[in-house]
Antibody, heavy 117, light 107 residues
């Protein structure tokens, strides 16, 4: 069974940092592109970042470029999102998402990041 | 960047009724890159339709997708109680984008 389990969310002050993790299981992690998608309270889904299978290609939404860094460890079947210079509008549930040729077919349950003073 | 506009924002319908959701792109996109997702509160989003018209694994045949170019449609032929949720279209590209969502609520 495919599972994606996010962790690392929490309360952080504006300007602070957090590192999100996503533990993948039930599939060959190194065969898939991976994404982070977020949803602010009461708002819609917003794509954040993606990484290719070997970590050599990354893309970011303009809103997080220069502040967030996506990475992966295929040996550990893990995806990460390092978030620096956090802002109040980064408050959201962050989802780890597997990307297949048939679409984003598996999503984690999400981890809540709250940026507040 | 392609902007996706979904309409209506909210659809109030009764179980058994037909739901028609629209997703309009700001420029023509490949049908291969247009997907639909269902999202319920407290749950992970679920892939419904990929490539504009192909149902994902395990998705009931009451869900169907159609369209091309700039206009795409998700149709739920007969609403079941579990179908009341928010639906998003997504364009998959170098910088993927989501539409703003359509909430299907019980009338």
């Amino acid at each position: 069974e495919v599972q994606l389990v996010e962790s690392g969310g929490g309360l952080v002050q504006p300007g602070g940092s957090l590192r999100l993790s996503c533990a993948a299981s039930g599939f060959t992690f190194s065969d898939y592109w991976m994404h982070w998608v977020r949803q602010a309270p009461g708002k819609g889904l917003v794509w954040v970042s993606r990484m290719n299978i070997d970590g050599t290609t990354t893309t970011y939404a303009d809103s997080v470029k220069g502040r967030f860094t996506i990475s992966r460890d295929n040996a550990k079947s893990a995806l990460y999102l390092q978030m620096n210079s956090l802002r109040v509008d980064d408050t959201a549930v962050y989802y780890c998402v597997r990307s297949a040729a048939i679409g984003n077919d598996y999503w984690g349950q999400g981890t809540l990041v709250t940026v507040s003073s | 960047e392609v902007v996706l506009t979904q309409s209506p924002g909210t659809l109030s319908l009764s179980p058994g009724e037909r739901a028609t959701l629209s997703c309009r792109a700001s420029q023509s996109v490949s049908s291969n890159s247009l997907d639909w997702y269902q999202h319920k509160p407290g749950q992970a989003p679920r892939l419904l339709i990929y490539g504009a018209s192909t149902r994902a694994t395990g998705i009931p045949d009451r869900f169907s997708g159609s369209g091309s170019g700039t206009d795409f449609t998700l149709t739920i032929s007969r609403l079941e109680p579990e179908d009341f949720a928010v639906y998003y279209c997504q364009h998959y590209s170098i910088s993927p984008t989501f539409g703003g969502g359509t909430k299907v609520e019980i009338k």
